[in-house]
């Protein structure tokens, strides 16, 4: 089953007007955001030669109060910002209908950034995390399937730990998350 997603194209908001609306960790977003740097020289010049294309457009299902969100998408609104492609944000719980064409092991995560063209049929995303960072995630919710077990908060809690010290690793979530979504792009 294709998606398109024409119906959703100008109906999100600037990647600007979601961090001037943050209610909840804008300053954590914001610092993500001016803290940017290029780790690989060929990534800015990749990102670069994307300025040509006027065929691609990218909707961020997105919401401040995930932590996820809040290290990812600063890095993925400023490659895109490089690449010059148009980028919108779709809040979560404003767009659960896109949400549910995206779903991570059955369930809704953020953020996705959905690749569609200029007519909205996408093609291809990513999220809510880099690889290495969600292997993390998907090894926790096989060994603990039952989200009503009385020690199922402590334990995510020790997973969510060693992800954000996963996060950091190696070139951090700007190499990550750039490399990831170069990856995605080259695609198209």
Request: with cysteine; proline share 4%.
């Amino acid at each position: 089953m294709s998606v398109n997603l024409k119906a959703k194209l100008g109906k999100g908001i600037s990647p600007q007007q979601f961090m001037e609306g943050m209610q909840r960790n804008q300053e954590a977003f914001q610092s993500g955001y001016d803290g940017f740097k290029w780790v690989n020289e060929d990534d800015r010049v990749f990102f670069e030669g994307l300025q040509k294309r006027d065929d691609l457009r990218v909707l961020i299902l997105a919401a401040d109060w995930c932590g996820d969100v809040i290290r990812s998408v600063p890095v993925i609104i400023r490659a895109l910002e490089t690449a010059g492609i148009p980028t919108e944000v779709l809040i979560l719980e404003e767009h659960q209908d896109v949400m549910d064409h995206f779903l991570t092991m059955g369930g809704r995560a953020v953020p996705i950034v959905i690749v569609a063209d200029a007519e909205g049929h996408v093609h291809g995303h990513w999220g809510p995390r880099p690889a290495d960072v969600q292997e993390l995630m998907i090894r926790f919710k096989q060994e603990n399937p039952d989200r009503e077990a009385a020690d199922y908060e402590e334990k995510i809690a020790v997973v969510r730990k060693e992800m954000a010290v996963k996060y950091e690793e190696g070139a951090g979530v700007n190499g990550k998350v750039v490399s990831e979504l170069r990856a995605l792009l080259s695609k198209f």
